[in-house]
């Protein structure tokens, strides 16, 4: 809300002002992006089920279009392309969401605690965090997937450990203005154990930098694992995999383009949505997060 | 409500050698002024009209909210964001303001209408010096670069400033807060203007400071025979400097007359409850309290301060069980950090604290649950005092639960407390941004009482508030006191002090001056710091009938409420 209303309302208003989600909401661009993630999202989880066939199940020749019963053809084995990209799309987002889920949280208990308790603690956290920045995202996982060889959790923590002090040093900036306020010093006045304050006091204030980087990092994390997959160091066949169909069909894309246009248009349009959402959530955080009014 | 009595003017430019022969005539007339916000479209000042004469200033009086700064800024015909001035004129010196476009109103701001702000810290360019600024605001290309030059000095000189080319050459961040003020107040004359606006220019000063700036203001306008619109919502600075007052109330004018009537026989029960809000400077008719045996907190030969600067010196304080002690001190005199030591916040000193004959650590977390139960602390600011993401309820019941345990009624647990700060229980469902800066302060206080406190440690808990507020807090403050709790009172105000303290400890620069009963030190002041405390507050007498009876003060709310 402007500034000029509070001035007119002596008597505080009693209804709330709008939460992050319902600011964010006000925005075209995050009923967009809602739109464009919830389509595949949807495409992603129910398409297990409703797929005509089984993924490795052949039911044409090798690139072949045209073929009664398979709408998009078959890819490079003569398997459904159709099926496959509706199987193709829960093990990306799966992936995604737990690198980010996970990054994020490592990074948010990094970042209130090198805010909150600062000194050494403070030094040591956020010049580990500078090591680990100083490594690409990508090369850093090709490094380790190439070292230890491709595995699931491994991609889920290697996105994630690059992840974490991005967002640790949103998080920690946050803090810092956290705990400039009077009410977590009125907590130390009474003794509530540090654990507390940085759970009960400082983390549901920071939560809108922390939603938007959720945000951000959802985004980045489907980047990587379509990448990892495309480059043969992600999800390994015959799973199929939106990163792996593309790896697998792009030599045919002349004659049966629509076993790489299919997981190109989901990957590239559940990026964009996520995008919108994230922006439509920043935009709402600077109206929020200006801390007391005065 | 108005009579246009606005006479044609038809010299502008010589303010200043003329102003005196010529005051009676109005300078600037408000005529209907009506300012809404967007989008609203709620009337933020509705059809507002005032006269202010030449060398004259008018006080412009009401409490937060009252539309009273969108009044001063309008009449620089500037609008705060979403806001838009819809019908009415301002008149300034026979020119409509309102009227112009935005490249007619830039020249006439600075030269006929000029600002002083609340905050001079945030109103000077801290990247520019000085002379660059005070320059900047006389911009008129006609004079000469010798000119521009002389006439800064010379503005210096009248605010008692140096005017040598060093002082010219500093920045704003190497002044005091009153030499800031006073660089405002020279940069808003420097270009002779009509009408001056000034918006709350002593808030954030030192009673002493505020004294000379009052002073300077009240001479410049008097010379330059300036129109003066100064907004406050102190009545007593007001009474002491204004000649004309107007009340404003919800976006309305509700009373506007000489302030010798205003303030001798006001109209509106809000003028009224105004002026009651007012802390008189008692310095007589204190009863003498008992000291007693053995005090709930003694505080010897504290010394305080931040890394290698010491801040207290050589600190003794003691405060009886029901006894309130104000610690008075002026900005940077250490006050806050003796209060933070005793609540455990500021860990850096020596010296001893007991509590109820124990040793009280240095930090909270050492002190045992017992001790952080019994010892409380409101904060200073109650917009940051309280977690934006926790209802009421949960404010109070957080430290309840750290300190005295899971209540068996937790509901009983909030209505109790939030009662005794004098809110209704239906509050514990809010939240902090739901509620008025003078609810949260209530809040922060039914939070610290909530898990009995002997002591109760109070940061200057109405600064951030405006008089009227602050007088229920301390009537607040009082009703807790006679149920028992002692109360360590920090504060700048002297006035307040002389009537809630039954002993005071005067701070001046990390040292305690005088410390003895309120009624001998406001009677018979043995410093002379506290000397000039007292000559510098503002001298302010209800004279209207009834005033007396200022037990009526809960009378008059509901009157204005309802």
């Known amino acids: 809300m402007s500034g000029p209303s509070k001035n007119t309302t002596p008597k505080a208003s009693v209804r709330r002002r709008p939460g992050l989600f319902r600011t964010a909401w006000r925005f075209g661009r995050t009923k967009v992006g809602v739109a464009l993630t919830a389509l595949i999202v949807l495409i992603a989880v129910l398409g297990p089920f409703v797929a005509p066939y089984t993924p490795t199940e052949f039911v044409a020749k090798p690139y072949e279009t045209g073929v009664d019963g398979a709408l998009f053809g078959g890819d490079n084995l003569g398997r459904d392309v159709l099926t496959r990209f ?172 629509w076993a790489v246009a299919l997981p190109v248009t989901a990957i590239a349009v559940l990026t964009v949505g996520a995008n919108l959402i994230t922006d439509g959530l920043s935009r709402a955080a600077i109206g929020i997060d200006r801390g007391v009014e005065k | 409500m108005t009579e246009n009595e606005h006479t044609e003017n038809t010299d502008t430019g010589s303010a200043a050698t003329g102003g005196a022969a010529r005051s009676g005539e109005a300078v600037l007339v408000v005529d209907g002024l009506t300012v809404i916000g967007r989008p609203s479209d709620v009337e933020i000042i509705s059809g507002v009209s005032i006269t202010v004469k030449r060398g004259e200033i008018l006080g412009l009086v009401g409490e937060s909210g009252s539309g009273k700064t969108t009044l001063g800024l309008s009449l620089l015909a500037h609008c705060k964001r979403a806001t838009e001035i819809t019908g009415g004129q301002v008149r300034v010196g026979g020119q409509d303001l309102a009227g112009l476009d935005e490249k007619g109103v830039r020249r006439l701001r600075g030269r006929a209408v000029a600002y002083i702000p609340q905050s001079p810290a945030s109103a000077l360019n801290p990247a520019l010096r000085l002379g660059v600024q005070l320059r900047e605001a006389l911009h008129d290309d006609s004079l000469s670069e010798q000119d521009v030059l002389g006439r800064v000095r010379e503005v210096l000189r009248e605010v008692a400033l ?36 000034l918006d709350e220019p002593t808030t954030g000063l030192d009673v002493t400071t505020q004294a000379h700036v009052l002073e300077t203001i009240r001479a410049m306008t008097r010379d330059y025979g300036t129109a003066g619109v100064y907004i406050s919502h102190d009545m007593a600075v007001v009474a002491d400097l204004a000649d004309e007052i107007a009340v404003m109330y919800q976006g309305e004018v509700v009373e506007r ?63 009886s069980r029901g006894e309130c002690v104000a610690l008075l001190g002026e900005s940077g005199s250490g006050k806050t950090t003796l209060s933070r030591s005793v609540a455990g916040l500021h860990h850096q000193f020596t010296g001893e604290v007991l509590f109820d004959g124990d040793r009280l650590a240095t930090s909270s977390y050492r002190r045992t649950a017992a001790q952080r139960r019994r010892v409380q602390y409101v904060f200073q600011n109650p917009y940051e005092a309280l977690n934006p993401r926790k209802r009421v309820r949960e404010q109070i019941l957080g430290p309840y639960r750290h300190l005295v345990g899971r209540p068996e009624d937790p509901d009983a647990v909030v209505a109790e407390s939030l009662e005794r700060a004098a809110l209704p229980a239906s509050y514990a469902d809010r939240f902090p941004e739901q509620l008025s800066g003078g609810e949260r302060q209530r809040v922060c206080i039914a939070r610290a009482v909530a898990t009995d406190p002997a002591l109760l440690v109070c940061d200057e808990i109405t600064s951030a508030l405006d008089v009227s ?68 507050t503002p001298d302010f007498e209800l004279s209207f009938p009834g005033a007396q009876e200022r037990l009526g003060l809960a009378e008059e709310e509901r009157a204005v409420e309802g």
């Open chain 2, 162 to 197: 140096p005017d040598d080319d060093a002082f010219l050459r500093r920045y704003p961040h190497q002044l005091s807060g009153g030499q800031q003020q006073r660089v405002a107040i020279a940069m808003a004359f420097v270009g002779r203007p009509e009408v001056i606006v």
């Open chain 2, 257 to 319: 007359g000489r302030a010798a009537e205003v303030l001798s026989d006001p109209r509106h029960a809000y003028t009224r409850k105004l002026l009651l809000a007012v802390p008189l400077l008692r310095t007589s008719g204190h009863e003498e309290a008992e000291p007693e045996e053995e005090p709930l907190l003694r505080v010897s030969g504290l010394t305080a301060g931040y890394g290698r600067t010491k801040v207290l010196e050589g600190i003794d304080v003691s405060v």
């Open chain 1, 86 to 257: 509706m199987w193709g799309g829960w093990t990306l987002l799966l992936l995604a969401g737990s690198a980010a889920a996970v990054g994020v949280a490592a990074g948010t208990v990094v970042g209130i605690i090198a805010g909150y308790r600062r000194g050494w603690v403070d030094d040591v956290l956020m010049r580990t965090n500078d090591v680990l920045l100083a490594f690409p995202q990508l090369i850093a996982a090709l490094l380790v997937m190439s070292i230890i060889g491709p595995k699931v959790w491994l991609i889920v923590a290697v996105i994630a450990v690059s992840h974490m002090p991005r967002v640790a040093r949103v998080i920690r900036e946050a803090t810092r203005k956290v705990i400039e306020q009077d009410y977590v010093k009125a907590a130390e006045a009474i003794g509530l154990p540090r654990w507390r304050i940085m759970t009960v006091e400082i983390l549901p204030n920071v939560t809108s930098p922390l939603l938007v980087e959720l945000g951000l990092r959802l985004t980045y994390s489907i980047g990587v694992v379509a990448v990892l997959g495309f480059l043969g160091m992600g999800l390994q066949p015959p799973t199929a995999d939106w990163g792996l169909m593309i790896n697998e069909n792009r030599q045919g894309m002349a004659v049966q383009p």
């Open chain 2, 469 to 536: 507020v602050q007088a229920e807090i301390v009537k607040l403050l009082h009703g807790l006191q006679e149920q028992g709790m002692a109360l360590l009172f920090v504060t700048h105000n002297i006035a307040l002090v002389s009537n809630i303290a039954d002993r005071v400890a005067i701070l001046n620069k990390g040292e305690i001056v005088e410390y003895g009963p309120v009624g001998q030190v406001m009677s018979a002041p043995e410093h002379e710091y506290t000397r000039a405390l007292i000559a510098d």
